[in-house]
């Protein structure tokens, strides 16, 4: 019976939380390092472009780059809206070479096939724009909201008229 009260003391102490410790990123020699440091601040700013030429001047550069530098880049790649879509064609569009570039990255990073759809399912989340960072389409004019405003006053104010207390006697006699 001494037992019990010991083991749920001790259960219920939560432990304490570790320490907080910058250690550098694993795999990485210091000009990468330099690069991830010098990423922080141009993802913070949403600073695409930028991003994207520091870490590398093309794709094809972009795939030698350590797992962590390619896909801050494939991300760059998909958020710089200075790039538009020039096809239809997945691959040829930079949202598509950034998928490529990230479904690549994936494959390396936890050794999958070429066939895999784990690395495709675990690059397209990545990628993924929530809806509140699609670019919706432009609001309508003012004139035109404005007369949609106008038009429903104008039909609701018909619809009292109709239905006013004295008016309804008139229809019903």
């Known amino acids: 019976m001494t037992l019990q009260p010991a083991i749920t003391a001790s259960a219920s102490a939560a432990p304490p939380p570790p320490p907080r410790v910058s250690l550098p990123a694993k795999g990485l020699n210091a000009r990468e390092q330099s690069l991830l440091k010098a990423a922080e601040p141009l993802i913070e700013q949403s600073r695409w472009r ?44 930079p949202a598509g070479a950034s998928e490529t570039l990230a479904i690549a990255v994936f494959r390396q990073l936890f050794g999958l096939a070429e066939t895999s759809v784990i690395a495709v399912m675990f690059a397209k989340r990545l990628l993924r724009r929530r809806p509140s960072q699609i670019d919706w389409k432009q609001k309508p004019p003012a004139s035109v909201s404005a007369m949609l405003v106008g038009g429903a006053l104008l039909l609701g104010a018909l619809v009292g008229f109709l239905l006013h207390p004295s008016l309804l006697g008139l229809f019903w006699k």
């Open 50 to 93: 930028n991003l994207r030429m520091l870490l590398a001047a093309d794709s094809t550069h972009a795939s030698t780059l350590p797992p962590v530098l390619a896909l801050l880049y494939a991300i760059a790649l998909k958020e710089d809206p200075s790039l538009a879509k020039e096809s239809h064609d997945p691959g040829a569009s």
